[in-house]
């Protein structure tokens, strides 16, 4: 984000002075008062002082060196910097939410120099503005309605269709012999008239002309038929196998980006892209592309017959196009705004179905059926109105263009009618001409919807390359193989943030041993499931690193260190297909028998083979067909397929009952001996066979021990125990009170006796 505003001549006259030629490291602006009213400050930060002007005056100026910290806070509708001196806190600045990421940036920055650090925040531009005009992008896109370039956009989509250039040339001869045949026909219509029908008493010696005449009409019919539907089976291809290289390569796009951007585009947005956008450009090509050119080639054809035949009717002709191709300019621009927001309505319905079918289990159990369908219809209802209002705007503008376009064929029919009645024009030609005025008035009509089509293309395809050209972090050039591993893996002082702006995870070292197992533990939010994204290379840490047998862990190749990694998470995901399929998912590659042999060792195999299909039974979407213990045990035998030498295991026995957490235990038991194990567990008790104990609070390393080391030292861990003791011994008193303790009862809950 943009942290270096440029001060204004007069602010700038003023502090120069103050700073006594001190850099300015960052310059913030800030827009309210200590009593709410809107204002034009900055706040200036340089290594020494912080620098608070408004209105081209100073008020306030405060050393770095007073200050013990530096708080950003949110009040009920705005924001506040607030210092921490030696004596009572007080605030430097005010703004509203729109600059609340900015000045928690700023408290990072601010907090670097209290400390004597130099700060590591970069200044860019604004991601929500446009970097030419400054003007904000369309929403929920980095996409500029002021300055986006429309012809860049189709010389574009032209380039990605490489690969279809034979298509389309091949299309151009096609179109070339359609537009002779459709001169010709009116030609033939001519002849007809003047040589064969207007000839009164002729008698019969004219009806093989006749015939001939007829026969050549309907020849000429015969062609055209012929060349549109070739023409149509080319365009099909063409445009097909362009909407096929476009989608592969945008999902592989998708696929190459950080988790951290997929997150922030929901499901329905980035769905819509690749398949509706897609298609969009698709029906453009196949559609209005391809027809733009044949509809050229007829234009510019019929355009010098008409010319060469009666340049005065011709100019008639032509009157009112001016003001069409004005009106045509001037309303593209709003047909482009509405596409936009009815296409942003279409991301929220589609995401809507999403996430409904996704979650349709939860919607079911509570009983939100209504709910949801009161949800669905009120998106439905916001689509049909813009796009009621879209296409309302469209049919009652384009109409009008349409109507001025052939206004002209007024004054034809009027002058050649004349010339007709004065025998200075042949009936035939009258007609052939007329033939060929509606060939061009209807060429034009078509170009006066043309906006409309170029609109819809220009603003998919803007969404398309939006994502094709997002920067994805370069994959090191002589990247480390990670064979041979031994799973040695230290984090050195490592700090990260989902928002940069935003630390979750803060200075963060541990030297782990080949091995060794980890357990995390702290309250919710303290950065556990973070410290494992970052080691899973989900994400990159803002500072420090992490190194795996002394190297960085960006330095080995991606695709070699996955293949030494195995994840438990806690909602473990299955894929449709067969049980066999989905322990394969891990290593595509592997034998049956390695699989057979994954899911004995996760105690799987003796449910699995008692399934109708054993290995090939299908478990449906997200595995709905198995219980959460089975799900949970394929996807311990996927992790250990690959033999991996780091393991990391999130929650993995949460979800499930007493028995089943037993069998679960006893297989990651077995898979973690001699690998390094990172294990985050809910019920404390699951981490009794862990090295190391590591105690997170608010992004720290608060605690660091053995479960008898951090009870003695009765910290925050013995806190977290002393709570669970207390939670379990009122669950097996409530189990007693209702009956079912004791022998032949159930006994303590699922959560089993604490740590000891």
């Given at each position: 984000m943009q942290l270096n505003y440029p001060l204004p001549t007069e602010s700038a006259a003023v502090i120069e002075p103050v700073l006594s030629g001190e850099e300015i490291l960052y310059c913030l602006p800030y827009d309210l008062t200590a009593s709410g009213q809107f204002t034009e400050g900055f706040l200036v930060i340089t290594k020494t002082r912080l620098a608070v002007i408004n209105g081209g005056e100073i008020e306030r100026v405060v050393p770095v060196n007073s200050l013990d910290g530096i708080c950003c806070g949110e009040l009920n509708s705005s924001g506040m910097l607030e210092a921490n001196p030696t004596g009572d806190p007080f605030p430097i600045v005010f703004f509203t939410m729109e600059h609340m990421a900015r000045y928690s940036m700023a408290e990072r920055i601010i907090?670097?120099?209290?400390?004597?650090?130099?700060?590591?925040?970069?200044?860019?531009?604004?991601?929500?503005?446009?970097?030419?005009?400054?003007?904000?992008?369309?929403?929920?896109?980095?996409?500029?309605?002021?300055c986006s370039d429309r012809m860049g956009v189709l010389k574009r989509i032209w380039k990605v269709s490489r690969p279809c250039w034979g298509y389309y040339a091949l299309l151009l001869l096609i179109f070339w012999a359609n537009s002779g045949f459709m001169l010709y026909s009116p030609y033939v219509s001519k002849r007809l008239i003047d040589e064969v029908l207007t000839k009164f008493g002729a008698g019969s010696e004219l009806l093989p002309h006749l015939l001939w005449l007829v026969a050549l009409t309907g020849l000429c019919s015969?062609?055209?038929?012929?060349?549109?539907?070739?023409?149509?089976?080319?365009?099909?291809?063409?445009?097909?196998?362009?909407?096929?290289?476009?989608?592969?390569d945008i999902y592989k796009k998708v696929q190459s980006m950080p988790l951290g951007y997929i997150e922030e585009k929901n499901a329905g947005d980035l769905m819509h892209r690749i398949n509706g956008d897609t298609g969009r450009i698709q029906q453009f090509i196949q559609n209005v592309a391809v027809q733009a050119i044949n509809e050229i080639c007829l234009f510019i054809g019929v355009a010098i017959v008409v010319v060469s035949f009666n340049p005065m009717m011709a100019l008639l002709i032509l009157i009112p196009i001016p003001i069409a191709l004005f009106l045509i300019n001037r309303i593209s621009s709003s047909v482009r705004r509405r596409y936009h927001k009815q296409w942003r309505w279409m991301d929220k319905l589609t995401d809507a179905l999403n996430n409904v079918f996704n979650g349709i289990k939860v919607v079911k159990v509570f009983g939100q059926e209504e709910r949801e369908v009161k949800h669905f219809e009120s998106v439905a209802s916001s689509v049909r109105d813009i796009t009621c209002k879209t296409e309302q705007y469209v049919y009652t503008v384009f109409p009008i263009i349409r109507f001025l376009i052939g206004f002209g064929s007024y004054f034809v029919t009027m002058y050649g009618g004349a010339l007709v009645l004065g025998?200075?024009?042949?009936?035939?030609?009258?007609?052939?001409?007329?033939?060929?005025?509606?060939?061009?008035?209807?060429?034009?009509?078509?170009?006066?919807?043309?906006?409309?089509?170029?609109?819809?293309?220009?603003?998919?395809?803007?969404?398309?390359?939006?994502?094709?050209?997002?920067?994805?972090?370069?994959?090191?050039?002589?990247?480390?193989?990670?064979?041979?591993?031994?799973?040695?893996?230290?984090?050195?002082?490592?700090?990260?943030?989902y928002k940069s702006y935003k630390s979750v995870l803060k200075n963060i070292d541990l030297n782990v041993q080949k091995g060794e197992m980890i357990g995390l533990v702290g309250h919710s939010g303290a950065g556990k499931s973070t410290m494992i994204n970052l080691l899973m290379r989900l994400y990159k840490a803002d500072e420090g690193e992490i190194k795996l047998d002394g190297n960085s862990l960006e330095d080995y190749s991606i695709s070699d260190y996955k293949n030494n990694l195995g994840v438990v998470l806690q909602e473990s995901y299955l894929f449709s297909g067969s049980i066999l399929n989905n322990i394969r998912y891990a290593r595509p590659d592997a034998s049956d028998d390695e699989c057979i042999r994954a899911a004995k060792i996760a105690n799987a195999h003796e449910f699995i083979i008692n399934l109708p299909d054993g290995y090939d039974t299908y478990v449906g979407e997200k595995g709905q067909r198995l219980s959460g213990g089975e799900r949970q045990r394929i996807a311990i035998a996927r992790a250990v397929l690959s033999d991996p030498k780091i393991m990391i295991l999130d929650e993995a026995t949460a979800s499930v009952d007493t028995e089943t957490e037993?069998?679960?235990?006893?297989?990651?038991?077995?898979?973690?001996?001699?690998?390094?194990?990172?294990?985050?567990?809910?019920?404390?008790s699951t981490l009794k066979n862990a090295n190391r104990l590591v105690v997170l609070e608010e992004g720290r390393v608060a605690e660091v021990g053995s479960h008898n080391e951090l009870m003695e030292k009765d910290g925050i861990y013995a806190g977290l125990v002393r709570a669970q003791r207390t939670m379990t011994a009122l669950s097996v008193a409530i189990d007693d009170g209702g009956g079912r303790g004791g022998p032949g009862g159930r006994g303590p809950g699922r959560g089993g006796p604490p740590p000891r």
């Open positions: 907090t670097d120099l209290i400390d004597g650090v130099q700060p590591r925040a970069v200044s860019t531009d604004d991601e929500k503005k446009c970097p030419n005009c400054g003007r904000p992008f369309i929403r929920n896109t980095r996409i500029c309605r002021h015969l062609a055209t038929t012929i060349i549109g539907a070739l023409r149509e089976i080319v365009s099909a291809k063409a445009s097909n196998l362009f909407v096929r290289d476009l989608r592969n025998k200075q024009m042949e009936l035939g030609e009258l007609m052939q001409f007329s033939t060929y005025a509606g060939y061009l008035y209807s060429r034009l009509e078509w170009f006066s919807m043309l906006p409309r089509h170029i609109s819809q293309a220009i603003t998919s395809a803007q969404r398309v390359f939006e994502v094709m050209d997002e920067d994805v972090p370069p994959v090191p050039t002589a990247p480390l193989s990670a064979d041979g591993i031994e799973g040695y893996v230290d984090f050195n002082n490592v700090t990260f943030g037993q069998q679960i235990q006893e297989a990651l038991g077995r898979i973690i001996k001699g690998r390094t194990t990172f294990a985050i567990a809910h019920r404390l």
